[in-house]
């Protein structure tokens, strides 16, 4: 079972590295990070620098793909090099997968059209023009089409996935392996839960976040 | 603030890459991915591979040090190059950590001694013959001194530290930004939730997970 993770000059590290840790555990996985060009790329803060293992031209029939957010896929909305790579890779996958705001990108690329999809809180919205019906929800299963939210949420995703894929046995034993019992210090990870200072302080500066 | 974080060959990704998405957020972070030599850095299953920015001997002062954890760890466990190094960049340190069985690094270091101290649940036990006293939390906090549990733990004690840094609504910004608002699918994340049949076999097979 081949897993492409697609990532691009400024995406989120974590957004793609959370699923592939779980992913990765499936069996018999091949996983694979995809770019525009094989070769380094880099992440938003310029920071993090991981390898991409295959061009996309290279990658014609991944069972399951994962699309990576970050302030990257804004300059990538039209580009139709990866565009027409998503439509073509959809066409025979069995799972079209993305993170954060990655689901703009399905959704530019006319995957989303009339189903429900979730992104980053800040970039829900932006799904309407694409004919997606946006839902605050963490991880939404539409068909094979499997969007999360924000950054993190793509390890929910990926672990549901992953129960759906192998069985919740199989699940269980990676939750367990990756000790995945969360015990966040706060409670502010979703707007409705952060304090609305807090709320309206990213929301002033979502260009910084998602840009 | 210089974040050091150290990996080598057969490291587990989301173990550093939890913690650098959130404390790669602190005001005036500068992250940096060190291991023996700079260049590319494999992880455990060999599917994944990060470019390390410097060798340990181009960072001498971090302000915090985040020690990977993953199958990786047992080969280093004699290895005076890191082990000296880790003693070295400790003494100035403000924070020294850990994820997983990073833990077991600084414990062969020796800077765990008399101190409370967690890592993966199934590598807790090898804490104890370096003097440090292991506890099931999954984020440890003894002085200077944080360790967090198995692989995706590290994201809580980034979280924590990051609090303890920079504030709690700074944190719970970033909380909001990263949508750290767990919600996995299961509840089998610690040998003390999971079905009793997959703690058994995981416990089988802890070579595979550890070493």
């Not at 530019?108 to 809180?121: D, E, K, M, V």
């Amino acid at each position: 079972m081949q897993i492409a993770l697609v990532v691009y000059d400024r995406f989120t590290a974590l957004d793609v590295v959370g699923p592939y840790e779980f992913l990765s555990r499936l069996p018999d996985a091949e996983t694979v990070f995809v770019a525009k060009a094989a070769g380094p790329v880099r992440s938003d803060n310029g920071a993090f620098t991981l390898i991409a293992d295959k061009a996309l031209a290279e990658v014609s029939s991944p069972d399951i793909v994962v699309v990576s957010g970050g302030p990257g896929q804004s300059a990538l909305m039209e580009d139709e090099q990866l565009l027409g790579w998503l439509r073509a890779v959809d066409a025979t996958s069995t799972w079209t997968t993305s993170v954060c705001s990655g689901s703009l990108l399905l959704a530019a690329a006319g995957l989303l059209r009339g189903r429900r999809a979730t992104s980053h809180w800040l970039a829900l919205d932006q799904l309407k023009p694409f004919g997606a019906e946006p839902t605050g929800e963490r991880v939404v299963l539409d068909g094979k089409y499997v969007t999360a939210a924000g950054v993190s949420s793509g390890i929910d995703m990926a672990l549901t996935l992953f129960g759906q894929i192998a069985g919740e046995d199989r699940a269980q034993a990676v939750q367990l392996a990756t000790e995945y019992d969360p015990q966040p210090p706060y409670d502010a990870g979703s707007p409705q839960k952060a304090p609305a200072h807090i709320v309206d302080l990213l929301r002033a500066h979502s260009r910084f976040i998602l840009t």
